[in-house]
């Protein structure tokens, strides 16, 4: 290079292109870094505007050095120690919650959402500070750092990303985590507003420059250059932002994975039609729009930005439907490069099992046809708890058979009461075939039937199995709990006791477990339906040398026959070695301890889950 370039400053060629950069513009940028292609007009930005430090300083928060203790995925325990929505740190330490909700990061999502996690803050932290005590005689460990902002609103991001950086608005009751960093306004509208600056393409375009790695660091946020205060554009981008937001946290709360889940969308009154075909097609038709909208929203907001820092000739508002950070979105929530019929495919399955899920957590007692939200989510509620929270009386099955003769069914049925009722001993055989009443295929049946009616049942229970690509009890038996444990982000809240096999399956629900289930199990599911193969095997024994028989039935029952051994067989072994010895330990369990722990104290009894099951 010569001397007058190493004075003047560098040149760098890329492709047929060579760029020019003064060494002192540089400079301009904080930290500077090499960004030739950043405009004269953006380093202006950097060099006559305040920096976001100067409004409020991006903050870390807790490291806990040991997140298998300290923190829970919120379905895990109990529901009623969970701290929601508390104001101050004064609050949480008078209050006698545990668990408080936790701000961890999570993937790219935009304007709200990624609410899954709580961490054991009780007596003000009492443990996880002693445990941080005591680790750093030895080593540094962990720290509560910014406590003094613990439970206000922000705005965070995820610290490390795969791909574009996104912010999102946490309401107050959060404690944050460092890779859920976090900045903090004072009050919502002013987070709101910085919300919508943080994730225009105007933010991401300086990030470019100041951070080149995918590390989105509170040092790089500090940098952003904040324009001065405009009435008329806080206004307008508010009003946007709010739209936003709320559009946000409503396709967040639709989905059971959110602990302000109400109800299916499937099942509200806004959506219903006469079948579940049509019903999903109008709620597909509002999903489109409400994506098509988000998408107009952001670009407005990009707009909005993009004008007041004056760079309207170099930066552009388009974002791409991908973008749109929506669940109910399938650009978004599928990766890679699918075709339209691929995408629509894969977001009418889900919805299905998102359907099946709802009605076996209907099952269980999780929730209600009759009452929205959770029912029982504390541990060993019992169907007395169940009863007295949906405030109606216990009918018995009798008196339910009686009550659906009496029901004019129509195309679009009303919710009776208690016509959906929970399972009375937490216990849900799921096998290949309708060997008991309770069956979990058989319930779903009754399910589909009293949520969407008689007159298109057969029609409906078509759609769902077309949609999934097999019959309902093939995809209880083959699918169902593989997508349940993903669900639930290998903390599954149904577990599945399954014979070495899989010819002996039941579910149960650990918020209902008490310590004679496993003696359930064994007694009134897995003995009796020894009983009945046995049975069975001694029809078709008597099949094999009948008379009356022809040779095509004899080699059938034959052939069937040998089959049903090896699997009495396999639950005789099942309950020798396994079962039974769990049954007569009487197994106690403490949610507070987690799945992992807790799952792992059933062994062989459970299915087993990678990255779930064994130490």
Known sequence: MSEKNRKNGSEKAMGNYLYRASAADFK??????????????????????????????????????????????????????VGMKIGSLDDAQQSEY?????????????WYGNQYFVINYENDGEEIKAFHDELNKTRPGGRLKNQQFYFKPCVSWSKVSSGTFATRFFPGGFIFDVAGSAVFFGDEATCLFYNGLLNTSFVRYILGALSPTLNFESEHLCKIPV??????????????????????????????????????????TDHRQTSLKATYQKLRTHWREISLQMKRLEEENNRIF??????????????????????????YRYSGNKSEEELEALLLADTMREFISYAVGCMFGRYALDKPGLILANQGETMDDYY??????????????????????????????????????????????????????????????VTFGEEHYEENLRFIE???????RKFFLKDFYT?????????????LFSSPKGSFNALIYMHRYRPDTVSVVLNDYLREFRT??????????????SGSASQGEKTKALKEIEKLKKMIEEMEDYERDVLFPLATEQVEIDLDDGVKVNYNKFGKALKKIPGLSGK
Request: charged content about 30%.
């Open 306 to 331: 993009i004008d007041a820092y004056g760079l309207q000739d170099e930066l552009t508002s388009e974002v791409p439907l991908k973008e749109i950070t929506l669940t109910c979105n399938p650009h």
């Open 532 to 545: 009945k193969l046995n049975a069975h095997k001694d029809h078709l024994e008597a099949v094999s040398i």
């Open 28 to 81: 301009k940028i904080p930290g500077s870094p090499i960004a030739y292609w950043v405009s004269a007009m953006v380093l202006n930005l950097f060099e006559t505007n305040k920096k976001l430090e100067d409004i409020s300083k991006p903050r870390q928060g807790a490291t806990t050095s040991d997140n298998n203790r300290f923190l829970r995925l919120w379905h895990e325990v109990k529901s009623d120690i």
């Open 388 to 449: 007295k929270k949906l405030q109606t009386p216990r009918i018995d099955t009798n008196e339910h058979e009686e009550k659906e003769k009496d029901i004019r069914v129509n195309s679009c049925p009303l919710v009776v009461q208690n016509l959906f009722p929970a399972d009375d001993d937490n216990v849900i055989p799921m096998l290949d075939g309708d060997w008991f009443t309770d069956d979990i295929t058989e319930r779903f049946f009754k399910f589909l039937r």
């Open 483 to 495: 997508d349940h444990v993903k669900r639930y982000k290998k903390r599954p809240i149904y577990w």
């Open 98 to 110: 545990k668990w408080f909700p936790y701000n961890k990061g999570g993937g790219f999502r935009r």
């Open 466 to 472: 077309e949609a999934l690509g097999k019959d309902i």
């Open 227 to 268: 324009l001065s205060d405009n009435k008329l554009t806080t206004d307008l981008a508010l009003e946007v932002i709010s739209k936003l937001t709320r559009d946000s946290k409503c396709d967040w709360e639709s989905y059971e994975t959110s602990w302000d889940f109400i109800s299916l969308p499937l099942l509200q």
